[in-house]
């Protein structure tokens, strides 16, 4: 038996170096990687339609400009229908939730003890160190309000949306130039075959998600802002909306969503079995999206560990916010295909898929029999 090669005494404290390294860059380029990111995502994801339009005799540039006005052109109409609206519902958020205490504290409330015992507790400390009760004035300043925070971050996504949009229409325009190039810098006939080879799952296995999880998602939002008007709430479509944009958040974007409605609700209604069930309703619609729909449409090979899922969603949005978690998955699943394509990480691979996932080991084992 040949012996194992020994792994030099370094190699460990190198690799925590080089990860503690890479994540301080990933926070201090957040700016510049997240366009980055989107960018070469919706290149794979393009990818596939390019070579389609190629085929009937329409150039790379041409199809990259189409590809660009058309996402350009949607992200602007979507923007000015639903600027309105959607700021208008966010700032109503804090007097929602400012109802729902004074509600829940009233007589009869559900926090009605509660609030008897903070203020009786209150009343016991007052008379232990001799407070007169007597009114504080309190001066309040006015913070920003939701509009006027939207319109200061507004420049600097405009910035990161251009960015990124001029970068995918360069990839997009040169073609298969990248993934030529990622070939050629491999050495070996066997190593270069299986580049492609990995480039192009990656683009397919990124379309079958993504173009699932969307066609998902856009059904979900219908679903539930029918299920919404069937309970009177009020601007149904807009909630059917907000399920369609926080189902693409694993984890967080169902409860979010739920608990939104809820509120909603509660406030509307004034009746708490009835916000229970408008809550209920979201939530299982999500629920049996997430246990049925999911899983039979997304398929077995891009199924993968759930705790590295929301470790990943937890980890991204701590560093990118909110578009951290939109492309934690995407991101996984092209680790995931890299990690199955090279030997050496095929454990890595096979550790990032669920338990009845897709194992590159049992693919070759099928293909010798």
């Known amino acids: 038996m040949q012996d194992q090669p020994r792994r030099h005494p370094l190699a460990i404290p190198v690799y ?22 989107g960018a070469i995502l919706a290149y794979f994801l393009l990818n596939a339609p390019r ?17 660009t006005l058309i996402i350009g052109m949607t ?59 007597d009114p504080m004035e309190v001066q309040i300043v006015d913070g920003p309000g939701v509009a006027n925070s939207v319109v200061s971050l507004a420049p600097g996504l405009l910035g990161q949306l251009a960015f990124s949009l001029c970068l995918l229409f360069f990839l997009v325009a040169s073609g298969d130039l990248f993934i030529k190039k990622a070939v050629q810098v491999v050495d070996g006939f066997h190593d270069k075959k299986q580049t492609f080879i990995t480039i192009r799952t990656i683009e397919r296995r990124l379309g079958n998600y993504l173009g699932a999880i969307t066609l998902i998602n856009c059904c979900l939002g219908l679903c539930i802002g029918v299920a919404m008007w069937w309970w009177g709430m009020p601007s149904p479509w807009l909630i059917g909306l907000m399920g369609t944009v926080l189902n693409f958040v694993p984890f967080v974007g169902a409860v979010v969503g739920s608990l939104l409605a809820g509120i909603i609700a509660l406030v ?33 090979r891009l199924r993968l560990n759930v705790v590295v899922v929301f470790l990943a969603v937890a980890f991204f949005a701590r560093i990118w916010s909110v578009i951290g978690m939109i492309v934690a998955v995407p991101m996984l699943i092209v680790v995931k295909v890299i990690c199955d394509s090279v030997p050496k990480f095929r454990k890595i691979g096979l550790f990032l898929g669920d338990a009845d996932g897709f194992s590159p080991t049992d693919e070759e084992g099928r293909g010798q029999r």
């Open 268 to 300: 509307t209604f004034m009746a708490p079995w009835t916000a229970v069930g408008v809550l209920m309703t979201y939530y299982g619609l999500t629920a049996f999206e997430g246990q049925f729909a999911t899983p039979a449409l997304v398929g077995k």
């Open 16 to 37: 925590g170096i080089f990860l503690l390294a890479l994540v301080q860059a990933l926070l201090v380029a957040s700016e510049f990687l997240i366009p980055v990111t």
């Open 75 to 133: 992200l602007t109409l979507s923007v000015m229908a639903l600027a309105q609206p959607v700021t208008n519902f966010v700032e109503d958020i804090p007097g929602l939730i400012d109802d729902v205490r004074v509600m829940a504290r009233n007589p009869g409330g559900p926090f009605e003890a509660l609030s008897e015992a903070a203020t009786a507790a209150g009343d016991a400390v007052d008379d232990a160190t001799g407070d007169s009760g």
């Open 51 to 67: 070579r389609v339009l190629a085929r009937l005799g329409i150039g790379a540039p041409i199809a990259a400009a189409i590809f």
